[in-house]
């Protein structure tokens, strides 16, 4: 488990900022994700990549963005954050996105004020 | 898109009895379907999981059936201990849109009673 990693653990920023999290995996898994979780809702995705250079859209993607230069990194950027984007955000990978399973970082807690 | 629907939402058994957590989903195209623990402050980690071709799957106290007819799938735990006590998650994956990425249900509390 100690092969995904996210930094910070802990965020805490102001309404229009931007604020980057970080993942990073040792895995070489082809396929990483990001979710987000809140009460009531459970995990969303985000966005999620297939490859390096590879990345799509999952169910709430708006005001978030992704890249993926390196197969080990995916960053999530919030370019301007919002209160209502204060969550947990999960980094997640897998060897494929097929039915191999997803394995979780420890998550990072972002406050917006 | 896919909906995954968890029932119940708390879930409150005694130790040493069964716990039983449903779910189902809605595209009948989804073909993966893990389920995840998540301990207060913790990340979600995957305790079992089963594709489409299986009906049932056991791994010691913990088993998962899928009924890919009716679109749901279960979770049993036996002989629960305290420390089975934590939030449960379904999920699933479909093969529409494009997304690779899993719908979780809404998850269940599961308390362990001594």
Redesign the interface.
Known sequence: ?AGITQSPRYKITETGRQVTLMCHQTWSHS?M?W?RQDL??????IY?S?AADIT?K??VPDGYVVSRSKTENFPLTLESATRSQTSVY?CASSES???Q???????TRLSIL | GENVEQHPSTLSVQEGDSAVIKCTYSDSASNYFPWYKQELGKRPQLIIDIRSNVGEKKDQRIAVTLNKTAKHFSLHITETQPEDSAVYFCAARGQGGGADGLTFGKGTHLIIQP
């Not at chain 1, 009531?40 to 995705?45: C, D, M, S, V």
């Not at chain 1, 399973?101 to 998550?107: A, E, R, S």
């Open positions: 488990d396929y994700f979710y009531g809702h459970g995990l969303r995705l999620y297939a799509d999952g169910e999960f996105g097929r039915d399973p997803q394995h979780f970082g420890d998550g």
